[in-house]
């Protein structure tokens, strides 16, 4: 319809994916069009359709549902009322279903209070992928030790916020990410970092804040003025 939103390039790829898993997608969801085949609702699905058929060279059915006398307005007044699943509806959805995974997820929300992506990664630093979230693939890998994850964290929270006089946001994902890469490795001492922290603190201000510029400056903390230097990064 002339005049309906825009499509957003990231949805039809998200919802071209869902669609390789069931081809009868919209046998669910099916699109709303009036009585001229205009689409009312669903033109991200119709085109990820066409996305996946152009990929594939398959032409599943789509399911619709056609109501008389439908205008642009009913279009905009769907849209603004639309609102995608945020991961905690996932989470919940999965676990009214019995999945102890998303369960757990949600106690440690709860608990943290951290944003998703961190979370989720804290929780599941191999396996972890935004699409297998929201398809129910999710899997805490070790809950004990992304317990205590969280509880390094805050402690070299809590040592940025004592060194700092303008703390840098270490609950932000970029940081947050560097310091689980850092703590992965064997060789990681909770005591070593936090002092190293109290010590040098300021250099973390100089960095830029990216997941792989933070790590290296984590590392660089680390070691300084240490004899016996540690490779953390891979």
Do not use: C
């Not at 809950?143 to 916020?161: C, P």
């Not at 040098?200 to 680390?222: C, E, G, P, W």
Request: aromatic share 10%.
């Amino acid at each position: 319809m002339s005049g309906n939103r825009d499509r957003n390039k990231v949805q039809v790829k998200r919802l071209a994916k869902l669609i390789a898993t069931n081809p009868e997608f919209t046998k669910l969801s099916p699109i709303l069009v009036n009585e001229k085949m205009e689409i009312i609702d669903g033109q991200h699905r119709v085109e990820a359709f066409m996305a996946y058929s152009k990929e594939t060279g398959q032409t599943p059915a789509i399911y619709y549902v056609k109501r008389e006398g439908l205008t642009l307005n009913d279009a905009r007044s769907l849209n603004s009322g639309s609102k995608p699943w945020s991961p905690k509806d996932y989470a919940e959805a999965y676990k009214k279903m019995g999945n102890k995974n998303y369960a757990l997820y949600l106690a440690f929300l709860s608990e943290t209070g951290l944003n998703y992506d961190i979370l989720a990664r804290y929780l599941s630093p191999s396996d972890y992928s935004v699409q297998g979230f929201r398809e129910g693939k999710f899997t805490v890998s070790d809950a004990e030790k992304s317990k205590l994850w969280f509880k390094q964290l805050d402690e070299v929270g809590a040592a940025i916020d004592d060194s700092m006089v303008d703390p840098i946001d270490w609950d932000h994902r970029s940081f947050a990410l560097a310091l689980l890469e850092v703590m992965e490795s064997p060789e990681y001492e909770q005591t070593r970092m936090v002092s190293q922290i109290e010590a040098h603190a300021r250099l973390l201000r100089t960095v830029d804040m990216r997941t792989s510029d933070m790590a290296t400056a984590l590392q660089k903390i680390y070691n300084k003025g240490h004899a016996n230097r540690v490779l953390l990064l891979a």
